[in-house]
């Protein structure tokens, strides 16, 4: 009767137990449900917002005015309008080159000094001539003039007089014939001393004094650097475009900024070989800074406008034909359609303007990143100061 009591007891602690049991897994399925549902609602919530995105200062650009110019792109060499090349006019010795290359000469300036000895001895020769000529004519004058006295008295006869009067026609031609080679003989002297034709600079010095030289041997150059010309070469298809007059703006390899020239002469006629014409643009160089040879690549300006609206040609896309860029305002990306015109430089970069869609002063996404959803807020990077940049320099 005694254990009785005491089973009974014990059964009724283990279901207790059982559902003690029993009760705390439950609460632990449930609380770990309960915690999957958050994360969920979390994670959805996390997609719905919109990312941040960040953009260097490089990444946009200010909408502002610019003055935009239509261009077409050329390219050639550059050469002095005025250059001269000094040759020899007579054959001969070179005694003496006054000059190197890179001299500034004047004109009129001696270059060069050939042996002059032997056209001295020449013109010597020809005086001589000359003179006996003179004197051959004197007597033929004077001959003339009696025969002719006589033939009025009637003491010779007209025959006579006639052969006076051919004496002395010969004689006057043997003096201008002289004289004609006296003329010579004094410009081959003359020619034994070359001068610069032109003021400018020597180049491309090809002669030693000592050697000998025939007739039209070229000496040197003399070239002209206060103006100079560009010569490029246009495709037939832009000929059409290209005017006398015409604004260019030419950038020359060496130089940091770009020169402004214009138009002066098209030429008319094809080049050989190639389906190109070629167009001669003058610049100015008071400096001196540009090089016969030196190469240069020219923007020709076929349309200007001043003081309009435009953004960089990597700003625009394009969505079906309708053009659009990306602003930033209040922190968020903005997609816009715009109205553009012209496209050319705005001596920056390749601009478009903008005629509609934009305002003065807007900020804009200055290059394709794709494609980019309206509404994400936008950050700026912070750059690191020199303080920063200087310590991490010490860290590394």
Known sequence: ?????????????????????????????????????TQAALTAAALQAPATLEFLASDVSWVKPHDLRQTLPLSGSLRAVNQASVKARVAGEVREVLVREGESVSAGQVLVRMDEREFQARLDQAKGAFQAARGQLDIATKARDNNKALLTKGFISQNAFDNAASQ??????????????????????GDTVIRAP??????????????????????????????????????????????????V???????????????????????????SILAYIQLDN??????????????????????????????????????FVYAIENGQLLQKSVTVGIKGDDGETGAV??????????????????????????RFAKTAGPAALGAQAAAQ
């Open 1 to 37: 009767m005694n254990g009785t009591p005491v089973i009974k007891h014990r059964a009724v602690l283990i279901t207790v137990l059982i559902l003690l049991v029993a009760a705390g897994v439950g609460a632990t399925v449930l609380k770990k449900r309960a915690g999957s549902g």
């Open 168 to 189: 002395y026609q010969i004689a006057l031609a043997n003096v201008e014939s002289a004289k004609g080679g006296l003329d010579v003989t004094q410009k081959s002297l």
């Open 198 to 247: 032109i003021a400018g600079l020597i180049s491309n010095r090809t002669i030693q004094p000592g050697e000998k030289v025939s007739a039209d041997y070229h000496f040197l150059d003399v070239v002209d650097l206060r103006q100079m010309e560009l010569e490029a070469a246009v495709p037939t298809t832009d000929i059409m475009h290209v005017a006398l007059g015409q604004e």
């Open 249 to 275: 703006q030419v950038k020359v390899e060496g130089l940091s900024n770009a020169l402004i020239g214009k138009v002066v002469r098209i030429n008319p006629a094809t080049q050989a070989g190639s389906r």
């Open 286 to 323: 008071p400096q001196g800074a540009l090089r016969v040879g030196m190469f240069g690549e020219a923007q020709l300006t076929l349309a200007k406008k001043t003081g309009v609206l435009s953004v960089p040609q990597s700003a625009i896309q394009d969505n079906a034909g309708a053009p």
């Open 353 to 378: 303007e903008i005629t509609g869609g934009l305002e003065n002063g807007a900020q804009i996404v200055r290059s394709n990143l794709g494609n980019l959803q309206s509404g994400t807020r936008v």
